[in-house]
């Protein structure tokens, strides 16, 4: 197991080095290809050095949300930035190669989702994952760890899920502080105990940047999490850039945190406003009383989830009753084998940065989920 950071170079027992996705080269969001194939052609373009090109992959759903997958490069329309551009290539190649990245929420919030999320995923790999196809499994909470490096192997996926567990709710500082339940008595000067964190910023930018940059084919994550984000050093603009630079689609898999430690029963997520509950001396408050912290403002995860996936192309779903886990992942093989991969060559003019797309369908009543945008470095 290790950290993920966006300078950490470890050699170990996994096969590859985070450092190999550091370093340098085209941006992501651009991609290297040959002349124009006829409209009518299914097959990827041929690479070369020449052109670039920025890929889409959408789905198209029919007015009662059933995938359409017949249509041809004539039934779809592209703006950037409000004027029309040519769709230079088009395929719809189902056997494409996935490389596809699961990122699990082990804050407490999530405690009683885990069992659920291990059993459901382990299903999902083994339907979505073949020979060619490439996976990993990152979790995080107060930090982001990278349990299983790319592989196609199901059973070391399989392992790295059932070595996912919730993290404890206070995190111990360097002084040797002690957590809720240690023997080690919790006095004495230099002591503390803080609030374990939610990094789900830093999960997806360090997954996007360090781990699916430079893959090239298909690449999406998956996220099972409350949404709600304490702790990351990265904003979540930055992690929906890197996303998008990375050519990654973040299908999201919202469970509902519980309010104890969401925030809602105190600023710091205690029950009962603090990790010692009642009065006393760290309290600030008479003796009987309960101990007054400052409100954090309130999060909706659900947005941010429903953000995430709608800029990056793929969807926000809600675990319930009515679409429990299993069936949600069932969906998202679904599109993720039904895409159509269009792709188109940036004027010269084009600015360096990000630049707005608008993919639409002529079909009647259809609905096309893709990209908003994508970003253009310029040499």
Do not use: W
């Not at 190669?97 to 990122?103: A, E, K, M, N, Y």
């Not at 699990?104 to 009683?112: A, L």
């Not at 299903?123 to 760890?145: G, N, P, S």
């Not at 600023?267 to 009642?278: A, I, R, V």
Request: hydrophobic letters at 30%; one cysteine or more; aromatic letters at 6%.
């Amino acid at each position: 197991m290790r950290k993920v950071s966006r300078v950490l170079c470890v050699t170990g027992s996994l096969v590859l080095s985070l450092c190999a996705f550091s370093q340098s080269s085209a941006p992501a969001s651009t991609k290297i290809a040959a002349a124009t194939p006829s409209a009518n052609d299914t097959n990827s373009p041929t690479m070369s050095s020449k052109i670039r090109v920025v890929n889409l992959f959408a789905t198209v759903r029919d007015k009662h949300g059933k995938l359409l997958p017949g249509l041809a490069v004539s039934d779809f329309s592209l703006q950037e930035d409000g004027k029309p551009v040519t769709i230079r290539y088009f395929s719809r190649d189902t056997d494409l190669p996935l490389t596809l990245g699961l990122l699990v929420d082990t804050s407490m919030s999530q405690r009683e989702s885990l069992d659920q999320e291990k059993t459901a995923s382990k299903t999902f790999y083994d339907q979505i994952i073949r020979d060619k196809d490439k996976a990993f499994l990152i979790h995080f909470d107060r930090e982001v760890e990278l349990l299983q490096d790319l592989t196609s192997s199901r059973p070391k996926l399989e392992s790295a899920l059932e070595s996912l567990q919730i993290a404890s709710p206070y995190q111990q500082d360097d002084s040797g502080s002690s957590s809720p339940g240690d023997d080690s008595p919790r006095q004495g000067r230099g002591r503390s105990m803080h609030r374990a964190g939610t990094t789900l910023y830093d999960a997806i930018f360090l997954a996007s940047d360090e781990l699916l940059k430079k893959q090239q084919g298909r690449k999406a994550i998956v996220i099972l999490s409350d949404g709600v984000d304490r702790g990351s050093k990265e904003s979540l603009e930055s992690a929906i850039e890197a996303a998008q630079r990375a050519d990654t689609m973040v299908y999201s898999v919202y469970f509902k945190g519980e309010e104890a430690f969401g925030g809602r029963r105190g600023g710091f997520g205690f029950p009962g406003g603090g990790p010692m509950g009642g009065g006393g001396p760290m309290g600030g408050g008479r003796r009987g009383e309960p101990r007054r912290y400052p409100q954090e403002e309130r999060t909706d995860g659900k947005k941010i989830l429903e953000r995430i996936s709608k800029e990056t192309g793929g969807r926000m779903f809600e675990v319930s009753k009515k679409e429990p886990i299993d069936q949600i992942y069932s969906s998202i093989e679904e599109e993720l084998r039904n895409e159509y991969n269009l792709g188109f060559t940036p004027s010269k003019d084009d600015n360096a940065g990000y630049h707005k797309l608008l993919l639409k369908a002529n079909a009647k009543d259809s609905t096309v989920q893709t990209r908003d945008g994508f970003y253009l470095d310029r040499d």
